[in-house]
């Protein structure tokens, strides 16, 4: 199939209560998990691409996602993960993206509504979805090296006014996770969730998926979250398939077919065990 608009699996989930799960993607490996489990699990999908891998190969990875959707007959969107500027949106919606978030989520409320505003006249008369961040999804203490980060939570009175000021089609939500690897696991802020999709008119995005408890996944789920993001237990899945082939396998011709096979087959489990959890195998 041809990617496929973000909002259409988005609004199809929120109204059958699951969740889309979605995965960042880094090179071909991310890419043929994410593609091959959806496909064996009849389960919609969106690969995601973040800033950093976008402006260093965003054209190899609109490739990628576009070949792997055109292997399969499940719907597949593309989407960039956390642009902090309109350009890169921009580049983003011009390379055959169908969707892009604007993260404003640092600005205060009018810088955001602004930047959001713009990106929202750009990307949806050429058929992207936007999605956007209102309230801030921090980091956990273990990020790339960085310091924790506690973020701050989306207030349910803003949201219906945001909404209505940007036009977006979806909605990233700060209600108590964080990016990153969890040295102690978060505690969502269910009643605060369910505060927010009773007046959001748009579907909501949980950031910060990765080691977030499954009970809870399902409970903010069951509560209006019909987008989940993953990135950080895919990275984890190939360091620990690259250091398995390093201790069992220095005797084996190095080839990257080899090589990545460990880790492939432990990201395709990371994958199948979030469409599990995001409810959206057979919602294809
Ligand atoms: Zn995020």
Known sequence: MALVPMKDLLEKARAGKYAVP????????????????????RSPVICMVVPPDAEAAMPYLVS???????????????HLDHSPSFELCQQAVDAGFSSVMIDGSSLPYAENVAL?????????????????????VGKAEVYAGEGEDEGHLTDPADVDRF?????????????????????????LDIPRLQAINAVSKVPLVLHG????????????IAHGIAKLNIFSELCVALVDGLKEFLATNE????????IYEKPLELMKDVVRRKIELCGSAGKA
Not at 64 to 78: E, I, M, N, Y
Not at 165 to 184: K, N, S
Not at 252 to 257: H, L
């Open 163 to 187: 909404v209505a000021d940007t036009a977006v089609d979806a909605l990233a939500v700060a209600v108590g996770t964080a990016h990153g690897i969890y040295t102690a696991a978060p505690k």
């Open 22 to 41: 979605a995965f960042d993607v880094s090179n071909l490996e991310f890419v043929r998990a994410v593609a091959e489990v959806a496909e064996e699990m």
């Open 116 to 136: 959001t505003k713009k990106v929202v006249a750009y990307a949806r008369p050429r058929g992207v979805t936007i999605e956007a961040e209102l309230g801030h």
């Open 209 to 220: 998926g990765s080691g977030t408890p499954d009970e809870q996944v399902k409970d903010a």
């Open 251 to 258: 005797r084996r011709a190095p080839w990257p077919m080899y």
């Open 64 to 78: 990628l996602v576009r070949t792997a959707a055109g292997q399969v007959s499940v719907p597949v969107a593309l």
